[in-house]
């Protein structure tokens, strides 16, 4: 098996899946429960969210654990639109968001609130004058993804984050889902960070909501009194224990991951220039994700033929009924034809040159097959 | 005149062009809106043949399918598509 798909999902690092079976065995105590194993268990969690905001530098942050992204990303825009609509109801947005974000967005346009959508660049970079004119006294929001996760295109966040400093009222999220474990990250400036553990080679299951302590949210899960206010439910204390450890691999030996995936990609750029009409759609991305188009073939047969060879890789659903044109990659490229036969490449510092080289033997086997 | 608009809770073009059809169709009180959600009224819009991509609008002039609007289309463009469309009347 050849897995090119670390964007999708991670396997599990060893370190964390042993944390979590020793955490089940020791700590199996409901922290909810006043007595000594559920106090344990209550220690064990507030120890994992002081490592969290240890590595994020996050100290002015609630760690709200939820099922994952899309938890977390509806709790931040739900969450807070729903608790501060007598401030306002607009909301700006990228166009580069995942469904859960999107999905949100259109959810609250159906129950009356405005939601803006900037425009991008030449450079997949949301439009800044646009941003800096869209802002209202009634803008309450804006959410914008720091690295998309289809082409890597990764915003210039110093800058926005400059313009919306202007705008006290305005809260900053982010669905960081595809940048934190994959790139340094500064967190000042965001009032609400999203985060997943299965990207960071940690468990299914479990994410957060990072909650800058200022900031009012509605819950989205009520529950009886709980590790958090804004999440009811029985914490999963060994699966928060878990994103943790992830975390902290995930940064561990940081730099030297991060050459080995840098020249990873370089070195599969220059194998995929022998193709012929193979053509890369975005080119400034994080080393983490390649996206090309295989021209003389659409994405869903070569992500089929591949899959045969068991070689993973992603083809993308963006804003399509078919699995097979990649909205994003139309908006980047202006091109139908780019957008209907790209393939999502994404790297780790698991991946070996060697494997690189047997997915390029591959493509060509299946051009050529169907040519 | 009838346009048939089939949109999806996942679909950020959908969500980019509210704003511009609440600006648009506000000068159009001819034109009879139906909404159909791509995912729930699956039954519904299969007679339409809906393409890979989302927002489609499928345009009617005395129940006669005239043009479909496909996608994102900018305030003018639209303005411009359904100017056209008027003055084929």
Not at chain 1, 26 to 50: C, D, T, V
Not at chain 1, 84 to 105: A, M
Not at chain 1, 262 to 282: F, P, S
Not at chain 1, 342 to 369: G, M, P, V, W, Y
């Amino acid at each position: 098996m050849i897995y090119l798909d670390y964007s999708a999902t991670t396997p599990p690092d060893s370190r964390v899946l042993e944390a979590y079976q020793i955490f089940n065995q020791e700590y199996f105590g409901n922290p909810n429960s006043n007595h000594e194993l559920g106090i344990l268990a209550k220690h064990q969690i507030e120890k994992a969210s002081k490592e969290i905001k240890e590595i994020l530098r996050a100290e002015n942050y609630e760690v709200i654990y939820t099922s994952g992204a899309t938890e977390a990303n509806n709790l931040a825009l739900k969450g807070y639109a729903l608790a501060n609509q007598d401030k306002g109801k607009h909301i700006i947005t990228s166009p580069y968001e995942h469904s859960s974000v999107t999905t949100v967005l259109n959810y609250l346009a159906k129950n009356g609130y405005e939601i803006d959508v900037l425009d991008t660049n030449k450079q997949g970079l949301v439009d800044l004058n646009e941003l800096r004119n869209l802002l209202r006294s009634d803008t309450i929001l804006v959410s914008i993804a720091m690295v998309n996760s289809e082409l890597g295109i990764v915003q210039d966040f110093e800058t926005i984050k400059e313009i919306l400093s202007e705008h006290e009222h305005v809260v900053f999220h982010s669905d960081m889902t595809q940048a934190i474990g994959k790139l340094a990250i500064d967190l000042k400036g965001l009032d609400l960070v999203t985060l997943s553990a299965h990207k960071i080679y940690g468990l299914k299951g479990i994410g957060a909501l990072l909650r800058k302590t200022s900031i009012n949210l509605e819950p989205v899960i009520h529950g009886g009194k709980s590790n958090s206010f804004f999440r009811g439910g029985t914490p999963p204390a060994p699966l928060m224990n878990s994103l943790a450890v992830a975390l902290r691999f995930a940064y561990k030996d940081f730099n030297k991951k991060i050459e080995h995936i840098k020249g990873l990609n370089e070195y599969l750029r220059d194998r995929l220039a022998e193709i012929k009409h193979c053509v890369i759609n975005y080119k400034d991305g994080i080393p983490q994700i390649l996206n090309v188009s295989f021209l003389d073939l659409a994405a869903e047969h070569m992500h089929h033929e591949l899959s045969k060879r068991k070689i993973y890789v992603s083809t993308q659903t963006a804003c399509n009924s078919e699995n097979s044109f990649s909205h994003t990659v139309k908006r980047v490229t202006n091109s139908n034809e780019r957008a209907s036969t790209s393939i999502r490449i994404s790297l780790s510092h698991l991946t070996k040159k060697q494997e690189i080289d047997e997915f390029i033997d591959a493509c060509k086997e299946i051009l050529n097959e169907n040519r | 005149m009838k346009i048939v608009r089939v949109t999806a809770m996942w679909c950020m073009s959908c969500l980019a062009m509210k704003k511009v059809w609440k600006q648009v169709f506000a000068e159009y009180s001819d034109i009879e809106i139906i909404d159909y959600d791509f995912d729930m009224d699956t039954q519904a819009i299969e007679q339409y043949n809906i393409g890979k991509i989302l927002p489609e609008l499928i345009v009617f002039k005395d129940n006669i399918e005239v043009k479909r609007i496909v996608g994102e289309k900018s305030k003018t463009n639209l303005f411009q598509i359904l100017e056209e469309l008027h003055e084929t009347n």
